[in-house]
């Protein structure tokens, strides 16, 4: 019997033991702190690794992670400096940057950014109209991070940023933003419409003026033309009726030249004369026989002077 308590005995003890031992030693891990306290006093912080703590003495009061922690802010009613209600939600980034504020700073340090983070996010809405809600999602991140970042400050916890993730208008608002985007494309469109017809017009009547100015340059050049030819032609007409008639000159001046020019003369006017008798019904004859006597007589003594010429 003495032997059997003893051995209950040291089995207890053993256990005990393997308790403490398992009590005194613990292992941190990466990324996270425990915020250690003895008989309800803070003690130290332990990092990363293997650390002691007396059992019943010490315990871990709290355990962060230093990781960046995502939370999700809950979809909000907001009004619009216009008085227009709309729906927001978003995100918010945070991480622990002192465990020690973290534990004693504040009861609950993620809870308290999420409620900031939204009472700042209604007052960043009410300070804008609801056209600016989207184009001001920036700046409205940035004010939340800002406020955020410095109440949390003796929490120990840095805010690192905030994204707006939804805005919601109400449904009536909606369509009547879709129709005034639709009346927006429908005057864009007449407006290009327009545009695109001036400019043809003008193109037009660019085209019909350069088309006339280059009609009419061509008609001028080619009216130049002609002038030049028919002046050439007058030109060239008139040298050749110069040195014909230098050469007939020459030619007179020669023996027996005048006679020849009288003769020629006197067969040309015959000649005409008897193509406007043949034409004519009524005949006329505006010479005397003297007249007529005469031009034989010419017409004899040059055909004499023919036949002598030829025997010598």
């Excluded at 905030?162 to 407006?191: G, S």
Aim: with cysteine.
């Amino acid at each position: 019997m003495n032997v059997f308590l003893t051995y209950l005995v040291s089995l207890f003890i053993l256990w005990l033991a393997f308790i403490i031992f398992f009590r005194l030693i613990r292992i941190v891990p990466e990324q996270e702190a425990w915020v250690v306290e003895q008989l309800g006093k803070y003690r130290k912080t332990m990092g990363a690794g293997l650390h002691f703590v007396v059992p019943f003495i010490q315990r871990v009061a709290y355990r962060h992670t230093l990781k960046e922690q995502v939370l999700d802010v809950e979809p909000q009613v907001c009004i619009t400096r216009d008085n227009v209600q709309v729906t927001v939600d978003g995100v918010l980034y945070l991480k622990v940057v002192d465990p020690v504020k973290a534990s004693y700073g504040i009861d609950d340090y993620r809870y308290a950014s999420i409620q900031l983070a939204k009472t700042t996010m209604r007052s960043e809405i009410g300070k804008i109209d609801l056209d600016n809600t989207f184009s001001e999602r920036e700046r409205i991140n940035t004010a939340i991070v800002k406020a955020v970042d410095e109440a949390s400050d003796p929490w120990g916890v840095k805010v690192t940023r905030y994204e707006i993730r939804d805005i919601l208008p109400p449904v009536t608002v909606l369509e009547a933003m879709e129709r005034q985007v639709q009346a927006e494309r429908k005057k864009r469109a007449q407006i290009l419409t327009s545009e695109g017809e001036k400019e043809a017009r003008i193109n037009l009547a660019r085209g019909e003026r350069e088309s006339a100015i280059n009609l009419s340059k061509g008609e001028k050049q080619a009216k130049i033309n002609t002038a030049e030819g028919e002046a050439y032609a007058v030109e060239t007409i008139a040298r050749a009726t110069a040195e014909s008639l230098t050469e007939v000159g020459k030619a007179i001046s020669e023996p027996g030249g005048r006679k020849a020019v009288k003769l020629k003369i006197t067969q040309q006017f015959l000649t005409r004369l008897g193509d406007i008798l043949s034409e004519a019904r009524i005949s006329v004859l505006p010479f005397d026989l003297s007249q007529v006597r005469s031009l034989l007589q010419v017409m004899e003594e040059a055909a004499s002077g023919k036949s002598q010429g030829g025997e010598r």
